[in-house]
């Protein structure tokens, strides 16, 4: 199959590209660029040296129609532009933006940018793959989660969805590496104001809220607004999500564990561990695993969910790669089944 | 005035050297050790040459007894012992280990080990300087505040005291850098596995939960049992803590920061800040300060308090020298007027 | 085939893991140990959860036996004791540490250890890939490389050999990664201690000298003593190896950069790059490649040789698998043909 | 006395606000700004709250004039333009920035930017504290030298004033942290491109190398042209300088460790150290101090020296205020008697 890419220098782009480089049924990758055409890309980026030594392409709908596939790894308000011409001309579209993952209003309110076109929007499927997989196969659209979407709405459904957690007032405490901010350099991405310096950021403001809501009303039922907090961590890669809630009454920790070992037995990327004491971002670098720990303090009865994925991974190239193996009927770990880096 | 360590390799220990170098009103500076005893201190630590090039004393009690002030820094369990003994002795003591804050059945519950004979135990006073003065100020043997604690207890308590928050099932995530594990090297703290790596540890089992609330009850009211989560962050030094609870009905954004304001302007070393969407610990590196933010999200009415501290300092040495000048009568500045590194 | 790791805990080994994991030829792998006999591999190691559930074998003559390829992962002086009762038993055996890869005499001198027997030192070879490939096909024992000499070998053999720069007084300043330092935690790699902190280390010291000086003169001509210095760098993977020498009598730049292309032209992983002005470990991050530069000064007429790899692929596990690969008569690439992480 | 710095976002200049505010002998501190005028400096920088709250100041000559010192930590074109003016007005200047420290043609050749007036580079004296105080003492403008510069030539001209090493053909390889690079953000200093990455950069281009080669000259011997490589460390500070030179024909290692212990003895700030066989960054973090190594190999007899400083001390704001203490008679450890963070 022939893929395609549009934001190849995002680092979304940039892991899609490694990623798919091992996928065994994709024999073509084009790179579009909206600015730098013609550019060699390996000479921009060394690490491609001998791997992608081609011109990038300029946008072109003849061209991208032409393809199997095209993910968008862009900055947001690009692709709500450039998708909506695509929709039905051919290739699967799978959008690594935020730009097709929230009604109009929404959109609007907590990106501060005018949301993508109405039709365009209906014909979009949250790309959660393990939680959607019936509309995904269909999609002829779909918008990838967010990163942290991902680890947190992974690590919560099952508990939600089974009413298990009294999920009226959810405490999320998230932390990220610094990737998940892109490529475009600013201070507070400046490596000697980031490096040994933990900060909190966008409190109450992260435009990841609403997905995450909607989310949980979307797989479950409907949901209180919940209190999400977002860090910056001294690391390229990688989130960790703590979430809080007290156990429904009459529930037991047994009821719990057993729910998300269900849930997600045969998951191949979703592993649930009900031991250890410690869960590190490590376990999953440079994989699409999203690992789960579960932690019920008996003195409060109420629960800790820790989840931690790779943002650049699961949390991104990894995850579009799994909705594009499901809607072309591939095994969901074609390029995917690699063993996290640890160290 | 005449000051001595124990357990001067320790990072507290070596923080202690740092500080007390710039102490105007310290004369003399004695190391004491159990192991290394006739070792010259800067052939171990090659920053201190020049500066402390003598050789470390053994523990003797008659040197010790003969100082104004003995801190010890040493692992839990081993001042238990020591300072029993040297207690009315002469020099104040200030233990930078959590021998002395807990009661006995709590210490041995948490720290598994034995704990400090009762009547020492009963002499020890709490050393949280801006919360409990006139105790300190008299105390034979001061409790140095935990790091975490420090970190917590500042930046919930004039909400908790004055009942702006809804205490009753408080949540609480903190983050530290490694540090704060000592210097004793182990798997967790191995560079190649704690670096580019965020780890949850000893969810709901850290021995900081019993000292935090035993410290909101002291200085406010019957507490609660909290859900407290520790992170080991890749960067040395720094902590983070997020606190998280509904505002008490009628109460107003307004009220809560007020009383903030209030409590802490006259504090030389708590800055709190009304403004501002981000918080990171580089802002107090390597000084005493301790910042606080608050985040009222009205979508909730749930507040998120924020607190940053360098643990090394405001969270170990510095907080012992700020108790240190308080029971000397020094300004409390003397020694830890210094700006952050922030870079 | 069938392979096994002995020393599967050590970074080494879990590195061969990762990569063996998306090798197409190996059918299975087999983990021995010396002392976790039993142990499920993934409870010590999380990120191996549902990839090596299975428990580790004790070291069996038999069970080795019966492997066609061994792979020993092990601090210096195992393998020279476990090794030699296996050579011609069956598998072809690939030692990743240093134990044969000097003569008996600079083996004692240098490591300060019983060198391995004779015999079996006589029937190993030297596994640098690229320049010695006749004999690593035949070969019983593969002596794998150093991490630094894979790093300075192939980037100053070219020139060298061809007598291109003047090879009577090389210097040769390498700096690496922590992980080269092993799992074992210490105080040189306790994260306070190693995180923010360049040092150097073991100057004109280190056991990788000898085999830097035997492996000029085994693809060149006699060799001059080195300098050669090592510094430990705050990050995890990666070696920079810059050497500097004068340009041979009469060569231009020109011969030098041709002679560069033509050695390795069809080479899978060694890329050489005549123009830039920055070379960095993370351009060859997780992969197998070995990235070289040339920057000739007109000022002094000398040469600076620069190259990066990361030390746990193509300085250790990654030329491993190319040497077993080569042995076997796959395609050198197989199981190592991917993207560097480079972010 | 009071003092000013023009380019206080800067973070030479954030450290000069850092260490001038434990400066017993400054009153004041005015900072100026070309485009943040009326600015309050802690609500850009946070970790000034409650020490610098008072507004910036524009850049005033009159202003200027009525100080007693002025620091400039501009970039490079700046105070070449603003300093004339002030040269003799009443201030002593002490400029931070590259502008003042070669000649008009090395300057435009190395920094392609136009260089000061003659007349004004003509009065500028080359800070060096160590090798240049006469000169220093009645400076009306002192060049502040280059952090590289700094960390070279404290360590090789003892060797090179005496003859005792070949100087002909020095090798120096230096390698730097981050916070060298400035506070503006860029692809290079971006964290998750320089993160986990070590890199070599502008080879042989670095506008350093005329400085160290007129550093040497100045104080020395005419030198001849010098090999010298920067690399970028993925460190916020410190400078690691290894240089590569043979021994004279008929000196021993004694001589030369005698003549560093001679030469530095009575220096507050520099410290040889004639054993140990490892030298790291951390041992001089946030200090003034310049630690210095010496290795002989007797199997090349070509010594190995090494030095590390702190690049924002006495690499920048250190150094700065050294001069000023030598200038105004005051203790040179004025405002600069810190012990070294090590952790």
Redesign the interface.
């Known amino acids: 199959m022939k893929a395609g890419i549009i934001g190849a220098s995002g680092?979304g782009g940039?892991?899609l590209?490694?990623l798919l480089?091992?996928h065994s049924e994709v024999e073509s990758l084009d790179l579009f660029t909206s600015s730098d055409e013609g550019i060699i890309f390996s000479h921009k980026?060394?690490?491609?040296?001998?791997?992608h030594d081609t011109p990038l392409h300029r946008i072109d709908l003849d061209h991208l129609a032409s393809l199997d596939v095209v993910f968008t790894s862009t900055p947001s308000g690009v692709s709500s532009k450039l998708l909506p011409s695509l929709i039905g001309k051919g290739p699967r579209l799978i959008d690594l933006s935020g730009d097709f993952r929230l009604p109009e209003k929404e959109y609007e309110q907590w990106y501060k940018k005018e949301a993508a076109p109405v039709d365009a929007l209906k014909q979009s499927v949250y790309g959660l793959t393990e939680w959607n997989r019936a509309q995904i196969k269909e999609a002829a659209l779909v918008a990838n989660p967010g990163c942290y979407p991902t680890a947190v709405l992974l690590s919560l459904l099952p508990a939600v969805k089974n009413k298990l957690i009294d999920a009226s007032?959810l405490?999320i405490?998230a932390?990220s590496?610094?990737?998940g901010?892109g490529?475009k350099?600013?201070?507070?991405?400046?490596?000697?104001?980031?490096?040994?310096?933990?900060?909190?950021?966008?409190?109450?403001?992260h435009q990841h809220i609403p997905e995450i809501e909607q989310g949980l009303e979307f797989f479950s039922i409907k949901q209180?607004?919940?209190?999400f907090?977002t860090?910056?961590?001294?690391?390229?890669?990688?989130i960790?999500s703590?979430a809080?809630a007290?156990l429904s009454e009459g529930v037991t920790e047994k009821q719990l564990i057993e729910c998300y070992k269900e849930t997600y037995q045969d998951e191949p990327f979703v592993?649930f561990?009900s031991h250890?004491?410690?869960?590190?971002?490590?376990?999953?670098?440079?994989?699409n695993y999203c690992?789960i720990?579960l932690?019920l303090?008996p003195?409060?009865n109420?629960v800790?969910i820790?989840s931690v994925i790779d943002n650049?991974v699961k949390g991104a190239a990894g995850q579009a790669i799994q909705n594009m193996n499901l809607q072309f009927g591939f095994n969901e770990k074609t390029g995917l089944?690699?063993?996290?880096?640890?160290?």
């Open positions: 680092y940039l892991e590209i490694r480089h091992g980026y060394a690490h491609l040296m001998n791997i007032s405490i405490d932390k590496g610094v990737s901010a490529n350099p600013s201070q507070l991405t400046h490596f000697s104001e980031t490096n040994e310096n933990l900060s909190i950021y966008k409190v109450n403001q209180q607004p919940i209190t907090s860090h910056l961590v001294p690391m390229t890669r990688g960790l703590a809080y007290p592993r561990s250890g004491d410690k869960l590190g971002t490590n376990q999953v670098y440079g994989s690992d720990q932690h303090d003195r409060t109420r800790t820790v650049l089944d690699v063993v996290p880096l640890f160290i």
